[in-house]
């Protein structure tokens, strides 16, 4: 079973700020996770990645996450925010096995603000 | 080509018509999935196809009916919908069904009226 926990359904941050968007899982086995981007009325966009091998995963759009085994986290971070990058933000988690479906956490609001 | 594509984009359709949504994939992908996702929510899973076969239903109801004609198409046949199922619905692809790097589409915004 698996299982993903995002905290704070919304954050607010000012323009040049650093972005820190909360993510914990819940794994049996060892989890692929994922960072998703979605804008208003669009689907999701794959920001970054942890699959195997190095912890610290860079993405797209200067978008940064640490895959932190002690602590069942996978925090995404960028040192500063852009208006644009105002959207809901969504950690996802499946399992390194044969088989396995992603799931979702609730979901991060990310306000910008000039 | 990098991309999965889903028509229409938009759909409008009363209680009584049928309607399908499409999707379609040349990434090689070997498994295809439905998500729907309400407003302010997460995308929820529906079905989920490996190697042309239906492997997930997660207890969707029957008017909604998924359809895999080959490797890189997948459907979505809808029939006699309810307003509550106004909502995106999403597709996305994988290599294969083992939880690794999935592609979304942009979805279709459902409308039931």
């Known amino acids: 079973a698996q299982s993903v926990t995002q905290l704070g359904s919304h954050v607010s941050v000012s323009e040049g700020a650093l972005v820190l968007l909360r993510c914990n899982y819940s794994?049996?086995?060892?989890?692929?996770l994922f960072w998703y981007v979605q804008y208003p009325n669009q689907g999701l966009q794959l920001l970054l990645k942890?699959?195997?091998?190095?912890?610290l995963v860079k993405g797209i759009n200067g978008f940064e996450a640490e895959f932190k085994k002690s602590e069942t986290s996978f925090h995404l971070t960028k040192p500063s925010a852009h208006m644009s990058d105002a959207a809901e933000y969504f950690c996802?988690?499946?399992?390194?096995?044969?088989?396995?479906?992603?799931?979702f956490g609730k979901g991060t609001m990310l306000l910008v603000s000039p | 080509d990098t991309e999965v594509t889903q028509t229409p984009k938009h759909l409008v359709m009363g209680m009584t018509n049928k309607k399908s949504l499409k999707c379609e994939q040349h990434?090689?992908?070997?498994?295809m999935y439905w998500y729907k996702q309400k407003a302010k929510k997460p995308p929820e899973l529906m079905f989920v196809?490996?190697?042309?076969?239906?492997?997930i239903n997660e207890s969707v109801p029957s008017r909604f009916s998924p359809e895999c004609p080959n490797s890189s198409l997948l459907n979505l046949h809808l029939h006699a919908l309810q307003p509550e199922d106004s909502a995106l619905y999403l597709c996305?692809?994988?290599?294969?069904?083992?939880?690794?790097?999935?592609?979304f589409g942009s979805g279709t915004r459902l409308t039931v009226v």
């Open positions: 996305a692809s994988s290599q294969d069904s083992g939880g690794y790097g999935y592609t």
């Open positions: 794994s049996s086995v060892p989890p692929y």
């Open positions: 942890y699959t195997t091998g190095a912890t």
């Open positions: 996802a988690v499946s399992m390194n096995s044969g088989y396995s479906t992603l799931t």
């Open positions: 990434m090689g992908h070997r498994a």
């Open positions: 196809y490996s190697y042309e076969k239906l492997s």
